[in-house]
């Protein structure tokens, strides 16, 4: 019988520098040694925040596999325990650059990707001048115990995406992100009505506060009810996530709710592109 529990390990912490490796080694075994099935990192973990100014560097980006990739890989091997990371890809046929969530398992094979969908480009958010916005909606993810869906932290404002995964059966939404105190009420508004109307557990993991930049405000885990079970800037936190609450959720309203996709897709493909 498939597992119903989900132990999840939310890492506010980031892993840059000649260090990056040892401390998220550390971070890990950490994770693990409390009982971690997986553990989740935010948005661009083992980079400095290169968005903060237009200015675009070659060495941001890597090809598919590259080292930021296997550097996730033996992390996550070596602790065994899954992982979801992430890195700036560049695709090897068109050479577009791509903000990549890359999702391991705790063998440290890659099992899942998703590129982020809606950028932002503004002051220290300067996001579409370093990548592209990807063009494949987010699928579920089995062999975890519970499906997984991931997203990025700008793609959570955009509830089509949550809808869509908990409608095709997704369970826990992961949503790495970077963003600062400011907005953070905001972001957790947010995430409870993407959790209470897609029946899906909605799980975002925030950059911590970086000298000279604008992060912080916390990581949360909220239910499929829109109850927040955790708001977190600790480097780490851990959550039990059972689908006892999923099935209970879905069973009550709103989660017993057609979906209609036949309806809204029409409606949908009325809008200019």
């Known amino acids: 019988m498939p597992d119903t529990t989900l132990t999840l390990a939310v890492i506010q912490d980031l892993f840059a520098g000649e260090d990056g490796a040892e401390r998220l080694h550390r971070r890990l075994r950490e994770a693990r040694g409390a009982g971690a099935q997986l553990a989740a990192l935010p948005e661009l973990p083992l980079d400095p925040w290169y968005p903060a100014t237009r200015e675009v560097q070659d060495d941001e980006a890597e090809p598919p596999e590259g080292p930021r990739a296997q550097l996730l890989a033996e992390a996550a091997r070596l602790a065994g325990v899954g992982l979801l990371g992430g890195a700036i890809v560049r695709d090897p046929g068109s050479g577009r650059r791509l903000n990549r969530a890359l999702l391991f398992d705790a063998s440290g094979t890659l099992v899942a990707t ?67 105190p400011s907005s953070y009420a905001r972001w957790l508004l947010v995430g409870r009505a993407n959790a209470l109307t897609s029946s899906a557990y909605v799980v975002s993991i925030n950059r911590p506060l970086e000298p000279g930049l604008p992060f912080g405000g916390g990581s949360f885990v909220v239910a499929p009810d829109g109850e927040v ?14 689908r006892e609450a999923l099935t209970e959720a879905r069973r009550d309203y709103p989660g017993y709710l057609d979906v209609r996709s036949d309806l809204y897709a029409r409606a949908w493909s009325k809008i200019p592109r």
């Open 229 to 242: 079970l955790l708001e977190s800037a600790d480097p780490v936190s851990m959550i039990e996530l059972k």
């Open 114 to 180: 998703h590129d982020k969908l809606h950028l932002p480009s503004e002051e220290e958010f300067w996001e579409s001048d370093h990548y592209e916005p990807g063009d494949e909606a987010a699928q579920p993810i089995d062999g975890f115990g519970l499906a997984l869906g991931i997203q990025i932290c700008s793609d959570l404002n955009r509830p089509e995406g949550s809808h869509l995964l908990g409608a095709l059966g997704a369970e826990v939404i992961l949503c790495p992100r970077a963003t600062p």
